[in-house]
């Protein structure tokens, strides 16, 4: 799709943005994650908004250069990138469809939603490859900031956990 | 040597920041200095998980500082008629010098930080480092639950942000505390001994600066006092679990940090964080 300054439309600006994908988990679109918060288009440029998954997480900075980079590519030259904190971006944001794509990727999505308390408690985790249900934590911290290391007890295979947040 | 370090001079204008720029530096402070610790550890952990988990939290700690540092940067060049302590790059003029987060981070000397001496402490052993990390944590974690309520919207706004990320820290540092505390001998006696080590410089983060008092009609800052009753709670849950005495509190507490007065081992830390800044400054990769 070529956008121009004419013809962008704030649908296509959100399908621009379904098309970056997160830097570390490259199956996933920073729209599954639930990064990108609001889009505001007037006459004179557009503005994203977008919300840091981790405070200290690297990848944003590489996010915005992407984000930067398709709207530049599509035509349009005035670009705003808005760094929004609050509400704190949960893993309750993530789309289903983000949440099926981590799944076949390897890494185990998301258990359960963030307003219940007991997320850090002991919880169930599927194993992304063999489905098993019997899993251990190895470490609440895994590869990146918002994965854990998990390993499964019938096929042994460690992997990452997407943790709740 | 190159011009730009012979040319390079720091002038420092009176630091009289506002209250609420001293505020927001010193949680900037306090996040950026246990990060930096922390990361000490990176390649060193004990086994690669901890080595991960540890680099994690310094990441977490690190980027809840940037942010507090972004917002005090803001403010203090929105106040730019009001006298703010600026350092300033070479040939940079003082009336067009811009506060960042990378200036207020590398820039400031010593008696400029006011982290709580707590953070600035040597590592020591894993134990120590642990121990650390557990007092520190459990005050964060009451501390951005009340600034969560903060009438400055950006404070608590990062507050909501790094509370999420705090609950981990307790919840990792808690397990290590109660691992080494009933654990075998050597690990309890070592766990102890960083307690006992870092018992003193626990009263500080009770005892207000005056900026945070002056802010506290406005909500800005919080009561830290208050928090007192519910951080010991939880400190003495945990040392029971990990068969800890807890120590005397009516014991002298070491102050200072959050006007200035540091030990002799910030100076250390600064001189290895600010060294490529200062030598080569601007630089960037």
């Known amino acids: 799709m070529q956008l121009t300054k004419e013809n962008i439309t704030i649908d296509a600006a959100w399908k621009l943005m379904n098309e970056i994908n997160d830097p570390e988990i490259p199956v996933l679109s920073i729209t599954d994650l639930g990064i990108v918060r609001d889009i505001k288009l007037n006459e004179i440029e557009i503005e994203i908004f977008i919300t840091p998954t981790y405070s200290g997480c690297p990848a944003m900075n590489v996010i915005a250069m992407n984000i930067r980079m398709i709207l530049w590519q599509n035509e349009f030259k005035k670009i705003?990138?808005?760094?929004?904190?609050?509400?704190?971006w949960t893993?309750?944001?993530?789309?289903?469809?983000?949440?099926?794509?981590?799944?076949?990727?390897?890494?185990?999505?998301?258990?359960?939603?963030?307003?219940?308390?007991?997320?850090?408690e002991k919880l169930l985790v599927e194993c992304p490859h063999c489905h098993s249900m019997n899993t251990k934590l190895i470490s609440q911290f895994g590869s990146t900031s918002c994965k854990a290391l998990y390993q499964c007890n019938d096929c042994l295979e460690p992997f990452d956990y997407f943790k709740c947040h | 040597m190159n011009d730009a370090s012979n040319n390079f001079k720091l002038l420092k204008v009176t630091p009289s920041e506002g209250f609420r720029e001293a505020f927001i530096l010193h949680l900037a402070d306090n996040s950026l200095i246990m990060g930096h610790r922390l990361s000490e550890w990176t390649g060193h952990g004990p086994m690669l998980e901890q080595d991960i988990a540890i680099s994690n939290i310094a990441l977490d700690l690190i980027g809840q500082s940037r942010n507090f540092y972004q917002y005090a940067a803001q403010l203090i060049n929105i106040n730019n008629e009001r006298e703010v302590s600026k350092t300033l790059y070479p040939g940079e003029d003082l009336n067009e010098a811009v506060a960042t987060e990378d200036s207020l981070a590398y820039l400031r000397d010593?008696?400029?930080?006011?982290n709580i001496l707590l953070v600035e402490l040597p590592n020591g052993d894993w134990a120590k480092t642990i121990m650390k990390l557990f007092l520190f944590s459990v005050y964060q974690l009451y501390f951005y639950q009340k600034l969560i309520d903060s009438s400055d919207k950006q404070l608590a706004a990062i507050a909501e942000k790094s509370l999420k990320e705090v609950t981990y820290h307790v919840r990792w540092s808690s397990e290590w505390v109660i691992r080494l505390g009933d654990g075998t001998d050597e690990s309890h006696k070592r766990i102890s001994n960083a307690l006992e080590d870092l018992w003193s410089f626990t009263g500080e983060m009770f005892q207000p600066a005056d900026y945070e008092n002056s802010l506290l009609q406005k909500r800005i800052s919080i009561t830290v006092s208050e928090l007192k009753n519910d951080w010991q709670n939880k400190v003495r849950n945990v040392f029971e679990e990990a068969t800890l005495m807890y120590p005397e509190e009516n014991i002298w507490m070491q102050t200072g940090g959050k006007n200035g007065t540091h030990t002799e081992h910030l100076g250390y830390i600064l001189a290895e964080m600010q060294f490529l800044q200062r030598a080569y400054p601007r630089c960037e990769w």
């Open chain 2, 110 to 114: 010593a008696n400029e930080f006011k």
């Open chain 1, 91 to 120: 893993t309750d944001w993530m789309t289903e469809a983000g949440k099926q794509k981590l799944k076949s990727y390897g890494i185990a999505p998301p258990v359960g939603k963030s307003f219940d308390k007991n997320y850090l």
């Open chain 1, 80 to 88: 705003k990138i808005t760094q929004q904190l609050s509400p704190a």
